[in-house]
């Protein structure tokens, strides 16, 4: 389910593709492989969540609501305030293939939406009766 959930053309796969065609493969999959290892950390982090939510149905009401403010404030920024901003922008040239693996480390790290969809997809998962929460399937 989580590459389900990064696969879909976004941030990190357009910036993996742009580094493929600006510097070469080799840096493009090196940038691919630091979003991956943080891609199974946040996964496994969402399974955690998604037993600990499975347990406790109100605290799920709460995040309801403080999820749709959120998605509210954040769409209202990117529909009036996001698209006032035409700074240009300037590309830093990174020489290390090491860097692009931390690179793509720090990107993925600053996308936390994926966590969400991933507990989500984990409750589904345990609702089929396809997983459960013990500590080996998780």
Do not use: C, W
């Not at 389900?4 to 080799?26: D, F, Y």
């Not at 403080?66 to 035409?86: G, H, P, Q």
């Not at 590309?91 to 693996?101: L, N, T, W």
Request: hydrophobic share 50%; proline share 4%; net charge positive.
């Amino acid at each position: 389910m989580a590459l389900v959930g990064v696969i879909p053309p976004g941030l990190l796969n357009m910036t993996a593709a742009k580094i493929s065609l600006k510097e070469g493969a080799g840096r493009g999959i090196m940038f691919s492989s630091g979003v991956s290892l943080v891609v199974f950390i946040q996964t496994y982090i969402a399974s955690i969540f998604a037993r600990y939510l499975s347990n406790r149905p109100d605290i799920v009401e709460i995040l309801q609501r403080v999820a749709f403010v959120l998605f509210v404030l954040i769409t209202i920024y990117f529909l009036v305030l996001a698209s006032k901003n035409d700074e240009p922008k300037i590309e830093a040239e990174i020489k290390s293939k090491h860097g692009r693996f931390f690179h793509g480390m720090l990107l993925s790290v600053l996308n936390v939406f994926p966590i969400p969809y991933q507990a989500y997809m984990t409750i589904t998962l345990a609702s089929f009766g396809i997983m459960d929460f013990e500590r080996l399937s998780i």
